[in-house]
Protein backbone atom coordinates (compact mmCIF):
# COMPACT_ATOMS: atom_id res chain seq x y z
CA UNK A 1 0.00 0.00 0.00
CA UNK A 2 2.92 2.60 0.65
CA UNK A 3 3.98 1.88 -2.37
CA UNK A 4 1.20 2.57 -3.97
CA UNK A 5 0.73 5.70 -2.42
CA UNK A 6 3.97 6.96 -3.29
CA UNK A 7 3.62 5.70 -7.03
CA UNK A 8 0.30 7.97 -6.87
CA UNK A 9 1.69 11.10 -5.43
CA UNK A 10 4.73 11.02 -8.40
CA UNK A 11 1.84 11.03 -10.79
CA UNK A 12 0.03 13.63 -9.17
CA UNK A 13 3.19 15.55 -9.25
CA UNK A 14 4.27 15.29 -12.90
CA UNK A 15 1.05 16.08 -13.74
CA UNK A 16 1.09 19.32 -11.83
CA UNK A 17 4.80 19.72 -12.12
CA UNK A 18 3.90 23.18 -14.57
CA UNK A 19 1.60 24.57 -11.79
CA UNK A 20 3.65 23.92 -8.95
CA UNK A 21 6.36 25.88 -10.68
CA UNK A 22 4.37 28.66 -11.25
CA UNK A 23 3.25 29.35 -7.88
CA UNK A 24 6.75 29.00 -6.75
CA UNK A 25 7.56 31.61 -9.47
CA UNK A 26 4.68 33.66 -8.22
CA UNK A 27 6.08 33.67 -5.12
CA UNK A 28 9.73 34.25 -6.26
CA UNK A 29 8.84 37.42 -8.38
CA UNK A 30 7.39 39.43 -4.95
CA UNK A 31 10.56 42.08 -3.50
CA UNK A 32 9.99 40.49 0.02
CA UNK A 33 13.47 42.27 1.20
CA UNK A 34 14.53 42.76 4.85
CA UNK A 35 15.62 46.46 5.42
CA UNK A 36 19.18 46.99 7.88
CA UNK A 37 18.64 43.27 8.81
CA UNK A 38 15.11 44.36 9.77
CA UNK A 39 15.76 46.83 12.29
CA UNK A 40 14.59 49.40 9.76
CA UNK A 41 11.54 47.29 8.37
CA UNK A 42 11.23 44.78 5.91
CA UNK A 43 9.02 44.25 3.13
CA UNK A 44 7.51 40.81 3.57
CA UNK A 45 3.66 41.97 3.32
CA UNK A 46 3.90 41.07 -0.68
CA UNK A 47 4.93 37.73 0.05
CA UNK A 48 2.40 36.68 2.74
CA UNK A 49 -0.50 38.31 0.95
CA UNK A 50 0.02 35.78 -1.86
CA UNK A 51 0.44 32.85 0.28
CA UNK A 52 -2.78 33.81 2.18
CA UNK A 53 -4.45 34.05 -0.68
CA UNK A 54 -3.01 30.45 -1.98
CA UNK A 55 -3.33 28.43 1.52
CA UNK A 56 -7.03 29.96 2.14
CA UNK A 57 -8.32 28.34 -1.85
CA UNK A 58 -6.48 25.21 -0.29
CA UNK A 59 -9.17 25.45 2.72
CA UNK A 60 -6.75 26.06 5.79
CA UNK A 61 -7.46 28.48 8.72
CA UNK A 62 -5.42 31.76 8.46
CA UNK A 63 -4.19 33.54 11.13
CA UNK A 64 -1.60 36.62 11.08
CA UNK A 65 0.59 37.24 13.94
CA UNK A 66 1.68 40.66 14.13
CA UNK A 67 5.27 41.24 15.44
CA UNK A 68 5.45 43.22 18.79
CA UNK A 69 8.48 44.39 20.87
CA UNK A 70 6.87 43.06 24.10
CA UNK A 71 7.10 39.42 23.26
CA UNK A 72 10.71 40.09 21.46
CA UNK A 73 11.86 41.76 24.90
CA UNK A 74 10.41 38.43 26.76
CA UNK A 75 12.81 36.50 24.34
CA UNK A 76 15.34 38.18 25.45
CA UNK A 77 14.76 38.25 28.93
CA UNK A 78 13.89 34.25 29.51
CA UNK A 79 15.57 32.98 26.45
CA UNK A 80 18.58 34.71 25.46
CA UNK A 81 16.68 35.02 21.80
CA UNK A 82 15.40 37.91 20.13
CA UNK A 83 16.76 41.01 18.65
CA UNK A 84 15.25 44.71 19.84
CA UNK A 85 14.14 47.67 18.51
CA UNK A 86 13.31 46.49 14.58
CA UNK A 87 10.85 48.15 12.88
CA UNK A 88 7.32 45.85 12.60
CA UNK A 89 4.98 47.98 10.23
CA UNK A 90 3.32 46.14 7.90
CA UNK A 91 5.20 42.89 9.28
CA UNK A 92 3.79 39.80 10.61
CA UNK A 93 4.08 35.96 10.49
CA UNK A 94 1.12 34.03 8.58
CA UNK A 95 -0.22 30.88 9.97
CA UNK A 96 -1.63 28.07 7.92
CA UNK A 97 -3.62 25.19 9.57
CA UNK A 98 -5.00 22.24 8.30
CA UNK A 99 -7.05 20.02 10.53
CA UNK A 100 -7.08 16.48 9.58
CA UNK A 101 -7.54 12.95 11.00
CA UNK A 102 -6.67 12.75 15.15
CA UNK A 103 -2.84 11.76 14.18
CA UNK A 104 -0.08 13.44 15.13
CA UNK A 105 0.68 17.48 14.25
CA UNK A 106 3.82 18.10 12.31
CA UNK A 107 4.77 22.05 11.57
CA UNK A 108 6.51 23.49 8.79
CA UNK A 109 8.80 26.41 10.05
CA UNK A 110 9.96 28.55 6.99
CA UNK A 111 10.69 32.78 6.47
CA UNK A 112 9.41 34.90 3.43
CA UNK A 113 11.83 37.78 3.92
CA UNK A 114 15.40 37.71 2.07
CA UNK A 115 18.08 39.59 1.72
CA UNK A 116 18.16 42.56 -0.72
CA UNK A 117 20.01 41.13 -4.32
CA UNK A 118 22.58 44.19 -4.30
CA UNK A 119 24.01 45.13 -6.83
CA UNK A 120 21.60 44.27 -10.34
CA UNK A 121 24.26 44.47 -12.57
CA UNK A 122 26.15 41.89 -10.97
CA UNK A 123 23.22 39.01 -11.36
CA UNK A 124 22.85 37.82 -14.97
CA UNK A 125 19.01 37.88 -14.81
CA UNK A 126 16.64 40.26 -12.77
CA UNK A 127 16.69 38.92 -9.29
CA UNK A 128 12.41 39.09 -9.11
CA UNK A 129 12.02 37.60 -12.29
CA UNK A 130 12.49 33.93 -12.18
CA UNK A 131 14.41 32.06 -14.24
CA UNK A 132 15.14 28.49 -15.49
CA UNK A 133 18.62 27.95 -16.82
CA UNK A 134 20.21 24.31 -17.28
CA UNK A 135 17.99 22.93 -15.15
CA UNK A 136 18.09 25.26 -12.24
CA UNK A 137 15.42 28.49 -11.01
CA UNK A 138 17.57 31.11 -10.88
CA UNK A 139 15.93 33.89 -8.27
CA UNK A 140 16.84 36.14 -5.15
CA UNK A 141 15.67 34.07 -2.28
CA UNK A 142 14.94 30.99 -4.30
CA UNK A 143 17.53 29.25 -1.85
CA UNK A 144 17.05 30.98 1.14
CA UNK A 145 14.54 30.06 1.58
CA UNK A 146 11.24 30.60 -0.77
CA UNK A 147 11.90 27.38 -2.24
CA UNK A 148 11.29 25.46 0.99
CA UNK A 149 8.45 27.42 2.08
CA UNK A 150 6.71 26.71 -1.25
CA UNK A 151 6.94 22.97 -1.14
CA UNK A 152 6.17 22.91 2.38
CA UNK A 153 2.82 24.36 1.10
CA UNK A 154 2.88 22.56 -2.17
CA UNK A 155 3.23 19.17 0.20
CA UNK A 156 0.09 19.81 1.75
CA UNK A 157 -1.73 20.30 -2.11
CA UNK A 158 -0.19 17.39 -3.35
CA UNK A 159 -1.78 15.55 -0.97
CA UNK A 160 -5.29 17.50 -1.73
CA UNK A 161 -5.02 16.64 -5.66
CA UNK A 162 -3.73 13.28 -4.81
CA UNK A 163 -7.72 12.79 -2.98
CA UNK A 164 -5.51 11.72 0.05
CA UNK A 165 -6.71 12.65 3.74
CA UNK A 166 -4.43 14.54 6.02
CA UNK A 167 -3.26 12.29 8.67
CA UNK A 168 -2.76 14.79 11.56
CA UNK A 169 -2.75 18.66 11.94
CA UNK A 170 -0.53 20.15 9.56
CA UNK A 171 0.61 23.88 10.35
CA UNK A 172 2.57 25.90 7.87
CA UNK A 173 3.97 29.05 9.53
CA UNK A 174 5.79 31.39 7.40
CA UNK A 175 7.56 33.77 9.21
CA UNK A 176 8.81 37.69 8.85
CA UNK A 177 12.03 39.45 10.56
CA UNK A 178 14.25 35.79 10.24
CA UNK A 179 16.79 37.79 8.35
CA UNK A 180 17.08 40.13 11.14
CA UNK A 181 17.66 37.65 13.82
CA UNK A 182 14.57 35.15 14.23
CA UNK A 183 11.72 37.98 16.25
CA UNK A 184 9.19 36.43 14.05
CA UNK A 185 9.67 32.75 15.02
CA UNK A 186 10.30 34.01 18.58
CA UNK A 187 7.01 35.59 18.62
CA UNK A 188 5.25 32.73 17.31
CA UNK A 189 6.35 30.53 19.94
CA UNK A 190 5.99 32.37 22.75
CA UNK A 191 2.44 32.95 21.57
CA UNK A 192 2.06 29.00 22.17
CA UNK A 193 2.55 27.74 18.62
CA UNK A 194 3.54 24.28 18.99
CA UNK A 195 3.11 20.48 17.28
CA UNK A 196 4.35 17.38 18.32
CA UNK A 197 7.52 17.98 15.20
CA UNK A 198 8.76 20.68 13.36
CA UNK A 199 10.40 20.50 9.67
CA UNK A 200 12.50 24.49 9.12
CA UNK A 201 12.63 24.16 5.48
CA UNK A 202 15.73 25.77 5.30
CA UNK A 203 18.08 24.50 2.44
CA UNK A 204 20.46 21.54 3.79
CA UNK A 205 22.43 20.02 1.11
CA UNK A 206 20.21 17.09 0.67
CA UNK A 207 20.53 16.13 4.07
CA UNK A 208 19.19 15.98 7.26
CA UNK A 209 20.28 18.60 9.70
CA UNK A 210 20.33 18.29 13.19
CA UNK A 211 22.75 20.53 14.78
CA UNK A 212 23.78 24.32 13.69
CA UNK A 213 26.02 26.75 15.00
CA UNK A 214 25.60 29.95 17.89
CA UNK A 215 25.86 33.11 16.71
CA UNK A 216 26.61 36.78 18.23
CA UNK A 217 27.23 39.87 15.67
CA UNK A 218 29.54 42.49 17.80
CA UNK A 219 29.96 46.47 16.87
CA UNK A 220 33.34 47.29 18.85
CA UNK A 221 33.79 51.73 18.94
CA UNK A 222 37.17 52.62 19.07
CA UNK A 223 38.15 56.35 19.53
CA UNK A 224 41.43 58.45 19.11
CA UNK A 225 42.69 62.14 18.43
CA UNK A 226 42.34 63.77 15.06
CA UNK A 227 44.77 66.27 13.66
CA UNK A 228 46.65 67.11 10.21
CA UNK A 229 48.79 63.27 9.25
CA UNK A 230 51.96 65.92 8.83
CA UNK A 231 51.70 65.98 12.66
CA UNK A 232 50.61 62.47 13.53
CA UNK A 233 52.73 61.58 15.85
CA UNK A 234 50.57 64.28 18.11
CA UNK A 235 47.70 62.61 17.48
CA UNK A 236 46.02 59.13 18.02
CA UNK A 237 45.27 56.87 14.96
CA UNK A 238 41.54 55.08 16.00
CA UNK A 239 42.17 52.98 12.86
CA UNK A 240 45.03 51.69 14.24
CA UNK A 241 43.91 50.86 17.60
CA UNK A 242 41.03 49.11 15.93
CA UNK A 243 42.91 46.47 14.26
CA UNK A 244 45.61 46.40 17.24
CA UNK A 245 42.25 44.98 18.87
CA UNK A 246 41.36 43.29 15.86
CA UNK A 247 44.75 40.71 15.74
CA UNK A 248 44.15 39.90 19.40
CA UNK A 249 39.97 38.30 18.42
CA UNK A 250 42.05 37.00 15.59
CA UNK A 251 44.06 34.68 18.01
CA UNK A 252 40.77 34.35 19.79
CA UNK A 253 39.89 32.34 16.99
CA UNK A 254 42.49 30.30 16.40
CA UNK A 255 42.53 29.04 20.17
CA UNK A 256 39.35 28.45 19.70
CA UNK A 257 40.29 25.74 16.46
CA UNK A 258 42.75 23.96 18.70
CA UNK A 259 40.39 23.64 21.62
CA UNK A 260 36.44 23.66 20.30
CA UNK A 261 35.34 19.74 18.23
CA UNK A 262 31.60 18.94 17.59
CA UNK A 263 30.89 15.36 15.81
CA UNK A 264 28.78 17.34 13.42
CA UNK A 265 29.62 21.13 13.22
CA UNK A 266 32.47 22.95 12.20
CA UNK A 267 34.81 24.73 13.86
CA UNK A 268 33.98 28.10 15.60
CA UNK A 269 34.45 30.90 13.19
CA UNK A 270 34.88 34.90 13.70
CA UNK A 271 34.60 37.19 11.10
CA UNK A 272 35.23 41.18 11.09
CA UNK A 273 32.47 42.09 8.32
CA UNK A 274 32.70 45.99 8.34
CA UNK A 275 35.04 48.77 9.33
CA UNK A 276 34.31 52.32 9.40
CA UNK A 277 36.90 55.31 10.36
CA UNK A 278 38.30 57.93 8.65
CA UNK A 279 37.11 60.92 6.51
CA UNK A 280 40.22 61.56 4.65
CA UNK A 281 43.76 60.53 3.67
CA UNK A 282 45.44 63.21 5.32
CA UNK A 283 43.22 63.11 8.57
CA UNK A 284 44.12 61.44 11.64
CA UNK A 285 41.19 59.44 12.44
CA UNK A 286 39.62 60.09 15.72
CA UNK A 287 36.87 57.21 15.49
CA UNK A 288 36.98 53.72 13.94
CA UNK A 289 33.81 51.33 14.36
CA UNK A 290 34.64 47.59 13.42
CA UNK A 291 31.80 44.61 13.33
CA UNK A 292 31.79 41.16 13.83
CA UNK A 293 30.16 38.21 13.36
CA UNK A 294 31.23 34.73 15.62
CA UNK A 295 29.47 31.45 15.24
CA UNK A 296 30.30 29.23 18.26
CA UNK A 297 29.78 25.44 18.84
CA UNK A 298 26.50 24.19 19.93
CA UNK A 299 26.45 22.49 23.64
CA UNK A 300 30.43 22.80 23.81
CA UNK A 301 30.58 26.43 23.95
CA UNK A 302 27.83 28.37 26.32
CA UNK A 303 26.61 31.23 25.07
CA UNK A 304 27.57 33.84 27.66
CA UNK A 305 30.79 32.92 28.33
CA UNK A 306 31.54 33.32 24.51
CA UNK A 307 30.56 37.07 25.35
CA UNK A 308 32.57 37.07 28.38
CA UNK A 309 35.92 35.68 26.42
CA UNK A 310 34.98 37.98 24.16
CA UNK A 311 35.15 40.78 26.34
CA UNK A 312 37.95 39.75 27.96
CA UNK A 313 39.87 39.65 25.25
CA UNK A 314 39.28 43.32 24.16
CA UNK A 315 39.79 44.88 27.44
CA UNK A 316 42.83 42.71 28.36
CA UNK A 317 44.40 43.75 24.53
CA UNK A 318 43.53 47.64 25.50
CA UNK A 319 44.90 47.29 29.05
CA UNK A 320 48.03 46.81 26.99
CA UNK A 321 48.07 50.07 25.06
CA UNK A 322 48.60 53.51 26.84
CA UNK A 323 45.67 55.11 24.69
CA UNK A 324 43.28 52.25 25.00
CA UNK A 325 44.19 51.85 28.77
CA UNK A 326 42.42 55.07 29.72
CA UNK A 327 39.51 54.95 26.50
CA UNK A 328 38.50 51.38 26.30
CA UNK A 329 36.44 50.44 23.30
CA UNK A 330 32.67 50.32 23.71
CA UNK A 331 31.73 47.27 22.86
CA UNK A 332 27.88 45.81 22.11
CA UNK A 333 25.92 43.45 20.84
CA UNK A 334 23.40 43.98 18.07
CA UNK A 335 22.15 40.36 16.84
CA UNK A 336 22.57 36.77 18.47
CA UNK A 337 20.92 33.73 18.97
CA UNK A 338 21.49 30.31 20.11
CA UNK A 339 23.10 26.77 18.71
CA UNK A 340 20.93 23.73 18.12
CA UNK A 341 21.45 20.46 18.78
CA UNK A 342 18.63 17.58 18.28
CA UNK A 343 18.80 13.98 19.12
CA UNK A 344 20.20 11.68 16.30
CA UNK A 345 18.22 8.81 17.63
CA UNK A 346 14.78 10.56 17.79
CA UNK A 347 12.07 8.58 15.92
CA UNK A 348 11.38 11.97 13.59
CA UNK A 349 15.22 12.00 12.65
CA UNK A 350 14.91 8.67 11.60
CA UNK A 351 11.65 8.94 9.59
CA UNK A 352 12.76 12.32 7.79
CA UNK A 353 15.85 9.85 6.73
CA UNK A 354 13.85 7.39 5.40
CA UNK A 355 11.91 9.56 3.63
CA UNK A 356 14.31 11.83 1.79
CA UNK A 357 16.59 8.70 0.87
CA UNK A 358 13.10 7.31 -0.63
CA UNK A 359 12.49 10.30 -3.30
CA UNK A 360 16.64 10.31 -3.40
CA UNK A 361 16.83 6.79 -4.27
CA UNK A 362 20.41 7.47 -2.06
CA UNK A 363 21.68 7.19 1.55
CA UNK A 364 20.72 10.28 3.49
CA UNK A 365 23.15 11.89 6.32
CA UNK A 366 23.11 13.56 9.39
CA UNK A 367 24.75 16.59 9.40
CA UNK A 368 25.37 19.74 11.04
CA UNK A 369 25.41 23.21 9.45
CA UNK A 370 27.68 26.34 10.41
CA UNK A 371 24.71 28.49 9.68
CA UNK A 372 22.14 29.32 12.39
CA UNK A 373 18.50 29.45 11.52
CA UNK A 374 15.13 28.94 13.53
CA UNK A 375 15.29 25.40 13.84
CA UNK A 376 16.83 26.67 17.59
CA UNK A 377 13.67 28.61 18.39
CA UNK A 378 11.62 25.99 17.51
CA UNK A 379 13.69 23.15 19.76
CA UNK A 380 14.86 25.27 22.29
CA UNK A 381 12.55 27.85 23.27
CA UNK A 382 9.46 25.53 21.74
CA UNK A 383 10.61 22.14 23.25
CA UNK A 384 9.78 20.23 19.54
CA UNK A 385 11.67 17.69 17.79
CA UNK A 386 13.17 19.83 15.40
CA UNK A 387 14.99 18.87 11.64
CA UNK A 388 16.41 21.39 9.15
CA UNK A 389 15.64 19.75 5.92
CA UNK A 390 15.12 22.03 2.78
CA UNK A 391 15.96 22.29 -1.37
CA UNK A 392 19.19 23.92 -2.15
CA UNK A 393 22.88 24.70 -0.44
CA UNK A 394 23.54 26.89 1.64
CA UNK A 395 26.61 27.81 -0.48
CA UNK A 396 24.16 29.37 -2.72
CA UNK A 397 22.54 31.39 -0.35
CA UNK A 398 22.81 35.18 0.03
CA UNK A 399 24.73 35.28 -3.10
CA UNK A 400 24.27 36.91 -6.97
CA UNK A 401 22.59 34.64 -9.18
CA UNK A 402 21.21 32.25 -6.28
CA UNK A 403 19.67 29.36 -7.41
CA UNK A 404 17.87 26.01 -6.38
CA UNK A 405 17.79 22.96 -9.04
CA UNK A 406 14.17 22.32 -10.66
CA UNK A 407 14.11 19.05 -9.66
CA UNK A 408 15.43 19.49 -6.08
CA UNK A 409 12.24 22.02 -5.55
CA UNK A 410 10.01 19.27 -7.22
CA UNK A 411 11.64 16.45 -5.06
CA UNK A 412 10.74 18.25 -1.64
CA UNK A 413 7.27 18.44 -2.27
CA UNK A 414 7.24 14.58 -2.44
CA UNK A 415 9.72 14.35 0.63
CA UNK A 416 7.00 16.72 2.36
CA UNK A 417 3.93 15.11 1.20
CA UNK A 418 5.63 11.18 2.58
CA UNK A 419 6.80 12.89 5.88
CA UNK A 420 3.07 13.90 6.44
CA UNK A 421 1.46 10.65 6.15
CA UNK A 422 3.91 8.83 7.78
CA UNK A 423 4.21 11.02 11.42
CA UNK A 424 1.11 12.09 11.58
CA UNK A 425 -0.57 8.84 11.00
CA UNK A 426 -2.32 7.86 14.31
CA UNK A 427 -0.52 5.42 16.06
Not at 275 to 300: M, Q, S, W
Amino acid sequence: MARAIQDKLREVLAARREEYLGYLFQLLSKDTSVIGHGIAGGLEKAGQDFLEDLLSKMGARITREPLVEDLVQKGILEYKEGNPGHNYEDRYNLVAEFSGAPGRSLLFNGHVDIMPPGDLELWDSHPFKPEIRDGRIYARGVADMKAGLMASVLGVKLLQDAGLELPGKVTILSVADEEGGGNGSIVSVLKGRRADAAVVCEPSNRNVVVAHMGFIFFEVTVTGKTLHSASKWEGVNAIEKAIFLIDALRELERHWLMVYRHQLCPSPTLNIGVIEGGTAGNDVPNRCTFKFCLHYVPGVMEHDAVISEVHNTLMTRAQGDAWLRENPPAISIYQQGLGFEQELDHPFVQLAQKCAAQVFSEEVALKGSPAANDARIMKNMGQMPTIILGPGRIEDCHVVNESVPVEEFLDFILIYALLILNWCQPS
